[in-house]
């Protein structure tokens, strides 16, 4: 009996002491750290809609031509429906 309870003793200190070390490198982190900075204002894209099949997406991402915009090549290339 005096075996198992040095044994449990001796897990209880283990984990209170991994707590302690956890408890201390967080504070120690947290004053060394700065906050995050800020990038500056978020930019704003117009999405536009495909001429073909309607869908939604940022105009930087789509193919304009022919005075419509198009999701992808491939709709640019079948035309309007």
């Known amino acids: 009996m005096s075996k198992v309870l040095f044994w449990v003793v001796v897990i209880l200190v283990a984990l209170l002491a991994m707590r302690l070390l956890a408890r201390h490198s967080a504070a120690s982190?947290?004053?060394?750290?700065?906050?995050?900075?800020?990038?500056?204002?978020?930019?704003?894209?117009?999405?536009?809609?495909?001429?073909?099949?309607?869908?939604?997406?940022?105009?930087?991402?789509?193919?304009?031509?022919?005075?419509?915009?198009?999701?992808?090549?491939?709709?640019t290339r079948l035309g309007k429906p």
């Open 29 to 75: 982190k947290s004053r060394g750290a700065q906050p995050p900075k800020r990038k500056g204002p978020k930019r704003f894209e117009a999405m536009v809609q495909c001429a073909r099949c309607g869908v939604h997406l940022p105009s930087s991402e789509a193919v304009h031509s022919h005075g419509n915009t198009w999701c992808s090549q491939e709709h």
